[in-house]
């Protein structure tokens, strides 16, 4: 069963950066396209990055030029850069494994970390 476990969230300045991780057990990790999404209060679930198992990568429009998704398959973890934040960006971050023709999420989903950008 794959298990994510999400972590780095916290209080951050606008402006200011931070560094999400989220760790994957019980797949091949390798294989999978990863994904992070995030929800902000009162709105839906929204994809924010994707990354393919050769390291293709793919951000929303909201995100583009300011967030980095990487991995490292060693680690069987996936990373969220997240650069020049706004308020709009506090949100509760979650990852998941996706089916890269569907992209539908594969895995259950875990705790999530929460985000607050704020001054």
């Known amino acids: 069963q794959v298990q994510l476990v999400e972590s780095g969230g916290g209080l951050v300045q606008p402006g200011g950066s931070l560094r999400l991780s989220c760790a994957a057990s019980?797949?091949?990790?390798?294989?999978?396209?990863m994904a992070w999404y995030r929800q902000a209060p009162g709105k839906q679930r929204e994809l924010v990055a994707t990354?393919?198992?050769?390291?293709?990568?793919n951000y929303a429009d909201s995100v583009k030029g300011r967030f980095t998704i990487s991995r490292d398959n060693a680690k069987t973890t996936v990373y969220l850069q997240m650069n020049s934040v706004s308020p709009e960006d506090t949100a509760v971050y979650y990852c998941?494994?996706?089916?890269?023709?569907?992209?539908?999420?594969?895995?259950?989903w875990g705790q999530g970390t929460q985000v607050t950008v704020s001054s």
């Open positions: 998941n494994v996706i089916d890269r023709s569907t992209m539908i999420a594969l895995g259950s």
């Open positions: 019980g797949m091949i990790f390798s294989i999978y396209t």
């Open positions: 990354t393919t198992s050769g390291g293709t990568t």
